[in-house]
Nanobody, 127 residues
Framework: QVQLVESGGGWVQAGGSLRLSCAAS????????MGWFRQAPGKEREFVAA??????YYADSVKGRFTIFRDNAKNTVYLQMNSLKPEDTAVYYC??????????????????????WGQGTQVTVSS
């Protein structure tokens, strides 16, 4: 398990942008499969985006608006959120599937794939 520290959440009007950051511990960050999930009150965690070394994955609800990318030199993964909508309001969690990898058979959008989670950061989008 690795430590994940998130930042960048906040309040924004609809149509605005935010960039979330997730700084990870570990000496093999480049090998981590990283993801972002979100959870609104009373709902289950929802997949948002994920990235392996180069390939990205997105939920249909955020395609074209959100971008996940990583800077391995900084041990950081980012979620750039543009054209935000009120329905994007949620607590956003960074997650990592870190070595030893025991979840290779799980899908990229399955929260059970990830063994480390950040504390969450609140994103509120007003209408």
């Amino acid at each position: 398990q690795v430590q994940l520290v998130e930042s960048g959440g906040g309040w924004v009007q609809a149509g605005g942008s935010l960039r979330l950051s997730c700084a990870a511990s570990g000496r093999t960050f480049s090998s981590y499969f990283m993801g972002w999930f979100r959870q609104a009150p009373g709902k289950e965690r929802e997949f948002v985006a994920a990235i392996d070394r180069i390939v990205t994955y997105y939920a249909d609800s955020v395609k074209g608006r959100f971008t996940i990318f990583r800077d391995n030199a900084k041990n950081t993964v980012y979620l750039q959120m543009n054209s935000l909508k009120p329905e994007d309001t949620a607590v956003y969690y960074c997650a990592a599937d870190s070595p030893p990898v025991l979840s290779g058979s799980l899908r990229y959008n399955d929260p059970l794939k990830f063994d480390s989670w950040g504390q969450g950061t609140q994103v509120t989008v007003s209408s």
